[in-house]
Structure formats: structure tokens, C-alpha cells
């Protein structure tokens, strides 16, 4: 499993229901590198819990953008009111899979 540092979450309100993007540079670090994607995508706060396949979001639209900020994730607003608006969180990559760790402050 590949993932990235701790990434700051900042709320784009022009993206759609389940979608979220990162820059190509923190992209590298979950070995992507396809511009856009579709992805099933996972989010919590216990690793277990996701690997276990709690937690699950659906199909999200995943970007690498050269917009979005080094070391931020651009999250829709209906997503980070799914998570309960964390501030900063983890991308894990297990295949196919998205996973965001997270905790609420």
C-alpha cells in the first residue's frame, strides 16, 4: 500500500457529490499518475476498520491537478460533511482503492 504525508483538507465548492483532488507531486507518492480517475473510496479513522472495508463512500472522481496546492486535498463539500470536516488527513492507496485516514479534532 502506498500513501502520502499528511495533507491539509481544503473544501472545493465547484466540485460534485463524491470527488476530490491532490497535485500531481502528492499523486507520485500514491504511484498515479493518470490525470483523472474513478475510484472506490473509503474514509475513517481507524486503518483496520478500512482495510476491513468499513467505511465505504462509493465511486469517487480522484484528480491530480496542477491547481491544487502541494501537500493540500481538495475535498467537495457534500464529502467533507461526510467526514465531519477534518482538517487534515492521510490518502492511502491499496489498488484500486482510496482510503482517507483522518481524525476529528
Do not use: W
Not at 481544503?10 to 475510484?39: S, W, Y
Not at 481507524?46 to 476491513?52: D, F, G, P, Q, Y
Not at 467505511?55 to 493540500?72: M, S, V
Request: proline content about 3%.
Amino acid at each position: 500500500m502506498e500513501h502520502t504525508g499528511l495533507l491539509n483538507i481544503v473544501v472545493e465548492t465547484k466540485f460534485k457529490d463524491i470527488e476530490l483532488a491532490i497535485h500531481p507531486n502528492d499523486g507520485e507518492d500514491l504511484n498515479l499518475f493518470t490525470r483523472d480517475m474513478q475510484m472506490d473510496l473509503y474514509a475513517g479513522q481507524s486503518i483496520e476498520k478500512l482495510k476491513n472495508g468499513e467505511g465505504q463512500i462509493g465511486l469517487a472522481e480522484f484528480h491530480l491537478l496542477n491547481e491544487c496546492p502541494t501537500g493540500t486535498i481538495l475535498l467537495s463539500e457534500s464529502l467533507s460533511i461526510k467526514l465531519n470536516f477534518p482538517e487534515e488527513a492521510v490518502i492511502i492507496r491499496n489498488n484500486d482503492k482510496i482510503y482517507i485516514a483522518y481524525r476529528e479534532f
